[in-house]
């Protein structure tokens, strides 16, 4: 069993940025990819990014490539978003996610475990 928390959403304005965390509980984070997905109003949840297990391997959504980066702290057990030059589009709850089985990582379906979700929101 994962628990995942999510922190560092806020309001701000369109161009600036935030780092948004992720911690997890439990012993075996290691083992677990973990993804960032957002879900604004009235659309479905969206794949953002994700990372494998050592951190070697990164992937983005062509929405956020060049902007966001997605990053992780094993020893803390800990997932980071950096988002930079943020745009009102990317207003949205943001969730973290952790999958320990293959499958695409750009799927939601695929993931095992989702944190409660932070606000994210970009004003112009």
């Known amino acids: 069993q994962v628990q995942l928390v999510e922190s560092g959403g806020g309001l701000v304005q369109a161009g600036g940025s935030l780092r948004l965390s992720c911690a997890a509980s439990?012993?075996?984070?290691?083992?677990?990819?973990m993804g960032w997905f957002r879900q604004a109003p009235g659309k479905e949840r969206e794949f953002v990014a994700a990372?494998?297990?050592?951190?070697?391997?990164?992937y983005y959504a062509d929405s956020v490539k060049g902007r966001f980066t997605i990053s992780r702290d094993n020893a803390k057990n800990t997932v980071y978003l950096q988002m930079n030059s943020l745009k009102p589009e990317d207003t949205a709850v943001y969730y973290c996610?952790?999958?320990?089985?293959?499958?695409?990582?750009?799927?939601?379906?695929?993931?095992?475990?989702w944190g409660q979700g932070t606000q994210v929101t970009v004003s112009s």
């Open positions: 990372i494998s297990w050592s951190g070697g391997g990164t």
């Open positions: 439990g012993r075996t984070f290691s083992r677990y990819v």
């Open positions: 996610a952790a999958k320990s089985g293959g499958g695409n990582y750009y799927r939601p379906g695929t993931y095992d475990y």
